[in-house]
C-alpha cells in the first residue's frame, strides 16, 4: 500500500496503520474509529464525509505532492471547508495549548531563569499570533466561502486575496526549536524538555500540512467554485466548460498554455514574437474572462480544457 494512492475500497484500519499522521486528520473530518474491516468509502459514507475529498487530502498527507492543485476539481469545497475549521479548532483548543502546558512545567519557570522566561514569552506571542491567523480566516475566508456556496460572489473580494502568512508561522516555530536547542540549559531530568521538543517538531509539520492543503488544494478548489458561480450570475451553463474555453480566441490559448508552462511574460513574447505589452494586454484579458488570477487556477483550467497536457506544467 505505501507504494501506491489510497483508494476508496481499501480498508480504513489499513490505511491508518500505513501513514498514521492520519489519525488527526480522521478525527477533523469528524470520523470515528472502531469501523471495524469498513472500506474508506463505507466509513465516509457513514460518517457524511465527501470520500473524494478525504482521499485527495489523505493523499497528499501521505505523498507531498505538489501536483495536487490539480485535483482541486475532484474535492468538495464545503467538506473541506469542514475539515480545514476542525483543524483550526483542535491547533487552538488542544494542540497548542497543550504544547505550553508541557512547556511550562519542562522550563521550571517557579525558579528565576530568565531565558526560560523569555522562551515561554516568545511561546505565547507565536501562539496569539497563530490565533489572530486562524480566526480571521475563520471569520473572513471561511464565511466568504459560505457565501459563495449558497450562490453569491460579493464582488469587492475574490479567495486570490487571500493573504496567509503561513511563512511567517512557520520560521517563528523554527526559531523557538532552534532558542530551545541551542541556549536553554535544563535543570535536572532532561526528559520533559526532549518530549515538548518532539512535541514542537511534530506542530511543526502538522500545520505546514495544514498550511500546504490550504494553499495547494483548498485556494484553487474555491477558485473553481468561484467560476461557476459567475456562470450561473451571467446565465451560463455551470458545468459547461468548452463554452468557457469558446471565449478565449486562439492568441489567448497559446499566451495561456506558455504561461502555466512556466514561462515568464518576456520568454511568452519571444515564442509567440509579438510585443511584452501585448503579452501583458492578453494576460488581462484571460484573468478577465475566466476570473481566475493565479497560475495554480489557470493551469487547471488548462489541463482541464487540454490546452496543455499534465506533463508539460511547471509545478516549481
Excluded: W
Aim: a negative charge; charged letters at 30%; glycine letters at 4%.
Amino acid at each position: 500500500m505505501t507504494q501506491n494512492n489510497y483508494k476508496e475500497t481499501d480498508r480504513m484500519s489499513d490505511v491508518i496503520s500505513d501513514e498514521f499522521h492520519l489519525l488527526q486528520m480522521l478525527s477533523r473530518f469528524g470520523i470515528s474509529l472502531g469501523f471495524g474491516e469498513k472500506t474508506i468509502k463505507e466509513v465516509c459514507d457513514e460518517a457524511g464525509v465527501d470520500c473524494a475529498t478525504f482521499l485527495v487530502v489523505a493523499n497528499y498527507i501521505k505523498s507531498g505532492d505538489e501536483k495536487v492543485s490539480l485535483q482541486a476539481d475532484r474535492v468538495s469545497v464545503a467538506s473541506l471547508m469542514s475539515y480545514l475549521r476542525q483543524a483550526h479548532d483542535y491547533f487552538l483548543g488542544f494542540e497548542l495549548p497543550a504544547i505550553r502546558r508541557k512547556l511550562l512545567e519542562a522550563l521550571d519557570c517557579s525558579q528565576k531563569d530568565e531565558v526560560a522566561f523569555l522562551i515561554l514569552k516568545f511561546y505565547d506571542a507565536y501562539m496569539n499570533e497563530v490565533r489572530k491567523h486562524m480566526e480571521l480566516e475563520n471569520r473572513k475566508i471561511f464565511t466568504y466561502v459560505d457565501r459563495l456556496l449558497e450562490g453569491d460572489k460579493p464582488d469587492n473580494y475574490e479567495i486570490a486575496q487571500f493573504a496567509r502568512n503561513h511563512d511567517s508561522i512557520n520560521k517563528k516555530l523554527q526559531e523557538l526549536k532552534n532558542i530551545i536547542i541551542k541556549y536553554y540549559v535544563p535543570q535536572g531530568d532532561t526528559n520533559l524538555l526532549n518530549a515538548v521538543l518532539f512535541d514542537i517538531f511534530n506542530c511543526e509539520q502538522d500545520l505546514f500540512a495544514h498550511c500546504e492543503v490550504e494553499n495547494l488544494l483548498f485556494v484553487p478548489a474555491v477558485q473553481l467554485l468561484e467560476q461557476r458561480v459567475m456562470a450561473e450570475r451571467s446565465h451560463k451553463p455551470v458545468d459547461d466548460r468548452s463554452a468557457e474555453q469558446e471565449e478565449l480566441s486562439d492568441r489567448e490559448k497559446e499566451v495561456l498554455a506558455c504561461v502555466v508552462k512556466g514561462m515568464t511574460n518576456k520568454e511568452v513574447a519571444d515564442r509567440l514574437f509579438i510585443s511584452l505589452n501585448t503579452v501583458l494586454t492578453h494576460r488581462k484579458n484571460i484573468a478577465r474572462k475566466l476570473q481566475i488570477r493565479s497560475v495554480a487556477g489557470l493551469t487547471i483550467y488548462a489541463i482541464v480544457n487540454k490546452l496543455v497536457n499534465l506533463e508539460e506544467v511547471d509545478i516549481s
